[in-house]
């Protein structure tokens, strides 16, 4: 009698299990896409400091909340907090200012770009440059936006469809200007408008 029902108690494991394997159904596709949700190579870093030299003198400093690295086909630091970066001249004194709400840097390309609620200070000339989208090229020293700018000075306002400037914001060209500001003849030969 016991074997009996160690029998019946066998096959009734066995056909509970043989059901249970044969209603589980894995997607080949939807298991590859869970598998590669979580397979990039991600760093966290807070309350950061990174500073820009070349030839041994300190030309930039960025710092920003958090820093996120990810190691994809191009490796790329990103500051979903924002960021606030100083860029100094020879003699370490800051010359302009540059923060954002969110920043993306590409390291191999050494483009940074800027987004939402971006403005550009000049120190000495006491200049402010507000957009939406700024990219800051460090291989060539510029930055440059394709989108609405206002550049405030003390005395004027300016507007434009985009701009292209030196990284300290001293000479720069705006694309389709308009507001009141005053235009002297030398105006093309410092490069600004």
């Not at 009698?1 to 394997?21: C, R």
């Not at 200049?127 to 060539?140: C, F, N, P, Q, S």
Request: negative net charge; proline residues 4%.
């Amino acid at each position: 009698m016991l074997k009996m029902i160690l029998n019946n108690l066998l096959w009734v494991i066995f056909a509970f299990t043989t059901f249970l394997m044969f209603s589980c159904k894995n997607d080949i596709k939807t298991i590859n896409e869970l598998s590669q949700v979580d397979s990039l190579p991600m760093e966290f870093a807070r309350d950061i400091e990174v500073y820009y030299s070349d030839s041994g003198k300190i030309q930039a400093m960025l710092k920003s909340p958090l820093m996120v690295r990810i190691e994809d086909k191009e490796s790329y630091f990103e500051f979903p907090e924002g960021f606030e970066a100083i860029f100094y001249d020879s003699v370490m004194q800051p010359q302009s200012q540059i923060t954002a709400d969110y920043g993306i840097s590409y390291e191999e390309k050494k483009l940074m770009e800027a987004r939402n609620n971006v403005v550009v200070k000049n120190i000495s000339k006491q200049e402010k440059l507000t957009t939406e989208h700024l990219v800051w090229d460090r291989m060539k020293g510029i930055i440059y936006s394709n989108v609405f700018v206002t550049i405030t000075k003390p005395d004027e306002t300016i507007y434009g469809d985009g701009l292209t400037s030196d990284q300290n914001f001293n000479f720069y060209e705006v694309d389709n200007p308009r507001g009141e500001f005053d235009i002297y003849p030398d105006d093309k030969e410092e490069g600004s408008k």
